[in-house]
Nanobody
Framework: QVQLVESGGGLVQLGGSLRLSCTAS????????MSWYRQAPGKQRESVAE???????KYADSVKGRFTISRDNAKNTVDLQMNNLRPEDTAVHYC??????????WGQGTQVTVSS
């Protein structure tokens, strides 16, 4: 069973930075897409950033220029560096990964709170 475990969430002030990390229980080479999603209270879960097996990245318009996604297959990790955080970034952030067989896995989520 594949497991994804997030870490790095917390409380930060407006303009601050956080780095989220997601560690998989299997080799990162087992995954095609690895992504970060977030869900704010009363809102739908939305994609924040994704990275494929070739290192190509995509970002939501709301985080472009502020967030950077990276993966390290040797360490089985996908990270999200979040800079210049805003109150609207407050949400539970989830790690997601799709295997080469097409199966989808989610982490348990980590809370990010940005105070103004």
């Amino acid at each position: 069973q594949v497991q994804l475990v997030e870490s790095g969430g917390g409380l930060v002030q407006l303009g601050g930075s956080l780095r989220l990390s997601c560690t998989a229980s299997v080799s990162g080479r087992f995954f095609t897409i690895m992504s970060w999603y977030r869900q704010a209270p009363g809102k739908q879960r939305e994609s924040v950033a994704e990275i494929d097996e070739y290192g190509s990245t995509k970002y939501a318009d709301s985080v472009k220029g502020r967030f950077t996604i990276s993966r390290d297959n040797a360490k089985n990790t996908v990270d999200l560096q979040m800079n210049n955080l805003r109150p609207e970034d407050t949400a539970v952030h989830y790690c997601y990964a799709r295997t080469v067989f097409g199966s989808d896995y989610w982490g348990q989520g980590t809370q990010v709170t940005v105070s103004s």
